[in-house]
């Protein structure tokens, strides 16, 4: 297997603009996280979906975070208004079932001019 | 709601000693797993070893092994024989649904 994959690596985008980032969880595994990674706040979940649906998302900032699990095999992080303080690295993980380790992606390195 | 906290920020050893990493966390669960994750400078996090939180016996990797205490909730991560390859930020995780990360520890290992 790949692992888990995300994309894009590395985005530059202008405040006020909408990101994206995307997430490819290892086949079959059925939970999936997101993280946002500073070095002032460290490591945050910010969402977490179980068979596709979102469990806990008191992680998430502001209502200007959105993420979805349209099916197993993908997931979306979206930041509508983009600001500088988005600026951070995303990770995205799955793990097997819920006491089973998490595996990371590449991660994302968000920077918001 | 559950913790992870850990307390050294920053660590050094010399190659070939011997470091200890600590980690407390905070439950009311009694069923649970732990974690320690390495993240070199590739950002990429890296599972270095996992306990069970009903097994008494402390996991070991090679040269990685865990002190747990559960009654404690305390979980350290013992690196024997450094090697300039585990300089890294090492994180402390607690999984039951939900995985919760430590603020982590900046490991430098000195030749």
């Known amino acids: 297997d790949a692992g888990v994959i995300q994309s894009p690596r590395h985005e530059v985008t202008e405040m006020g603009q909408e990101v994206t980032l995307r997430c490819k969880p290892i086949?079959?595994?059925?939970?999936l996280f997101w993280y946002r990674q500073t070095m002032m706040r460290g490591l945050e979940l910010l969402i977490y979906?179980?068979?596709?649906?979102?469990?806990?998302d008191s992680g998430m900032p502001e209502d200007r975070f959105s993420a979805k699990m349209p099916n197993a095999s993908f997931s979306t992080l979206k930041i509508q208004p983009s600001e500088p303080r988005d600026s951070a690295v995303y990770f995205c993980?799955?793990?097997?079932?819920?006491?089973?380790?998490?595996?990371f992606g590449q991660g994302t390195r968000l920077t918001v001019v | 709601a559950q913790t992870v906290t850990q307390s050294q920020p920053e660590m050094s050893v010399q190659e070939a000693e011997t470091v200890t990493l600590s980690c407390t966390y905070d439950?009311?669960?009694?069923?649970?797993?732990l974690f320690w994750y390495k993240q070199p400078p590739s950002r990429q996090m890296i599972l270095v070893i996992r306990?069970?939180?009903?097994?008494?016996q402390n996991a070991t990797e090679n040269r990685f092994s865990v002190n747990f205490q559960k009654a404690a909730k305390s979980f350290s991560l013992k690196i024997s024989d450094s090697q300039l390859g585990d300089a890294a930020m090492y994180f402390c995780?607690?999984?039951?649904?939900?995985?919760?990360f430590g603020t982590g520890t900046r490991l430098t290992v000195i030749p």
């Open positions: 993980a799955s793990s097997l079932a819920a006491r089973h380790e998490a595996f």
């Open positions: 086949s079959g595994h059925d939970y």
């Open positions: 979906f179980n068979n596709n649906v979102p469990i806990d």
């Open positions: 439950t009311s669960e009694s069923d649970y797993y």
């Open positions: 306990q069970e939180a009903y097994k008494q």
């Open positions: 995780a607690y999984k039951r649904d939900n995985l919760f």
